[in-house]
């Protein structure tokens, strides 16, 4: 049974720092990630990291958001800095599975950035 297990996240002034972390179980997973959803938006990417280490990122946390991967853990964790209230939202845990490519979700935590 798959799990995306994910803690942080948390109330924080414009300009502070969040760290999330995610650790996932049950399977082996090719690419694992974050995405975000603002209320009334789409959910979007934030940024992935493939099995290898390589990371992505959106153009809006380029420079300020970096996602790390422990692979001997199967956890991954996203170090925010620079946050700013267009960054508020509910931030998911994403895992692909390598056999399926199945795409599983976590149940989301909440990131509010305001004074």
């Known amino acids: 049974q798959v799990q995306l297990v994910e803690s942080g996240g948390g109330l924080v002034q414009p300009g502070g720092s969040l760290r999330l972390s995610c650790a996932a179980s049950?399977?082996?997973?090719?690419?694992l990630g974050w995405s975000r959803q603002a209320p009334g938006k789409p959910r979007e990417i934030v940024s992935l990291?493939?099995?290898?280490?390589?990371?992505t990122y959106a153009n809006a946390v380029k420079g300020r958001f970096t996602i790390s991967r422990d692979s001997a853990k199967n956890t991954i964790a996203l170090q925010m800095n620079s946050l700013k209230p267009e960054d508020t939202a509910v931030y998911y845990c994403?895992?692909?599975?390598?056999?399926?490519?199945?795409?599983?979700w976590g149940q989301g935590t909440q990131v509010t950035v305001s004074s």
């Open positions: 994403r895992a692909i599975r390598r056999d399926t490519a199945q795409i599983y």
């Open positions: 049950g399977s082996i997973f090719s690419t």
């Open positions: 990291i493939s099995s290898d280490g390589i990371p």
